[in-house]
């Protein structure tokens, strides 16, 4: 599975929109981008995923470049209970199920 | 979306004792989950893969005799610590995926456990 660069950490304020990026620049043609998130001392939670197209759910919008080698996340109205670490994850997706491989994630701390 | 459960939540134990924790998927089967160990401020890392009804695939440097996983049915993993000690503390996450969520098979993860090892 290709690797992913994110940054260590993130603040944003109550309200506003949180963007979260994503580098992924070894991605192959078959791989996904999804990405997860884990509130402290709880087990992570799904989020979104994609290919090439952007995509947008109850949680949060995904928006792939062009190129596919980076993504952002956007949680358009943050909550205090946003804060959590979150992964991006770039992997293969079949039916034998491949496991996830976590990096270091983002740490995104929401304010008031 | 489906659930996953753990149990316990949170176990304190003495050193050299052995630990169980259970991952079931609540509302539907899975044939395959995993299990992974999450230090403190560190990323979830995979210690194995199991599959319902055959061996865990174990991660390099994990030791199968060690961490014994048991899969014997469809809802059901577990994940036996053996002879434990304080470095094995650790929060334990197992997650499952659902084969038939749909195509993209994304995986559910249980609510962790946390082993504390004196």
């Known amino acids: 599975d290709a690797k992913t660069t994110q940054p260590t950490s993130m603040d944003c304020a109550e309200g506003r929109a949180a963007n979260l990026p994503c580098n992924h620049s070894t991605i192959s043609g078959n791989e996904y981008v999804y990405w997860y998130r884990q509130i402290h001392s709880q087990g992570p939670q799904y989020i979104i995923h994609?290919?090439?197209n952007n995509e947008t759910n109850e949680m949060a919008s995904l928006i792939i470049t062009e190129d596919r080698k980076s993504s952002t996340l956007i949680l358009p109205h943050a909550t205090l209970r946003d804060t959590a670490v979150y992964y991006c994850i770039v992997r293969i997706h079949n039916n034998a199920g491949n496991m996830l491989t976590f990096g270091g994630g983002t740490r995104l701390m929401v304010k008031p | 979306g489906a659930v996953v459960s753990q149990h316990p939540s949170w176990v304190i134990c003495k050193s050299g004792t052995s630990v169980k924790i259970e991952c079931r998927s609540l509302d539907f089967q899975a044939t395959t989950m995993f299990w992974y160990r999450q230090f403190p401020k560190q990323s979830l890392m995979l210690m194995a893969t199991s599959n319902e009804g055959s061996k865990a695939t174990y991660e390099q440097g994990v030791e199968k005799d060690k961490f014994l996983i048991n899969h014997a049915s469809l809802t059901l993993s577990t994940l036996t610590v053996t002879s434990a000690h304080p470095e094995d503390s650790s929060f334990y996450i197992c997650?499952?995926?659902?084969?038939?969520?749909?195509?993209?098979?994304?995986?559910?993860f249980g609510p962790g456990t946390r082993l504390t090892v004196l």
């Open positions: 994609g290919l090439k």
């Open positions: 997650s499952a995926r659902d084969p038939l969520a749909g195509v993209y098979n994304e995986q559910f």
